[in-house]
């Protein structure tokens, strides 16, 4: 069987191949919107579906495993997505600095046709920032890709997280220990 990765994501990438799994690319733009009313933790899993939905309108199912994923940062009840310029992500920083947010991922496999979707979710603790630690943070790794406007595996994981409650590499956006399994049984 052929994995497919739906995910313009280098990390999810990186992770995959890290693994030791082959796999072809599909990028697919997809509308990530979602209803005002879907609870804010079931929000990933409801992208990664409509992510899949797009996939198997663009790649057979059978004799493949089409693989779609979304995280979200989640700050009590509120999500905190990318940030759309330098502000946007010094204000998410802000908002960050010194709490505990939670990191949910979503992760949808199809496989002949049939869809089976996981999630992980991770508590991360940040240490406060400074003003001048999240500009030259943001200076220095223009973080407007990643969704609470940093990554564990750069700066601010090395020296403002304190602790992790869950999967680092669920934090990194692709939860492998729940992914690994089962590839390794079904490909």
Request: charged share 25%; with cysteine; proline share 4%.
């Amino acid at each position: 069987m052929k994995i497919i990765l739906s995910s313009a994501s280098p990390r999810r990438r990186s992770i995959l191949k890290d693994a030791g799994f082959d796999f072809e690319i599909l990028a697919i733009d997809v509308d990530e919107s979602f209803p005002p009313n879907l609870n804010s933790k079931q929000v990933p899993a409801f992208i990664a579906s409509k992510k899949m939905d797009a996939a198997r309108q663009s790649v057979a199912t059978k004799d493949n495993i089409i693989i779609t994923a979304d995280t979200v940062v989640l700050l009590g009840d509120e999500i905190i997505g990318k940030p759309i310029n330098v502000e946007d992500a010094k204000h998410i920083l802000r908002k960050l600095s010194g709490k505990m947010h939670k990191v949910i991922t979503a992760v949808c496999i199809c496989k002949n046709g049939i869809e089976t979707c996981m999630e992980s979710e991770t508590n991360v603790y940040f240490d406060t920032m400074t003003d001048l630690e999240i500009e030259n943070y943001i200076t220095a790794f223009k973080p407007f890709d990643k969704a609470g406007a940093y990554a564990i595996q750069e700066w601010i994981g090395l020296n403002k997280i304190l602790r992790i409650e869950g999967d680092y590499y669920n934090v990194v956006g692709f939860p492998m220990s729940k992914v690994y399994p089962f590839l390794n049984e079904n490909q």
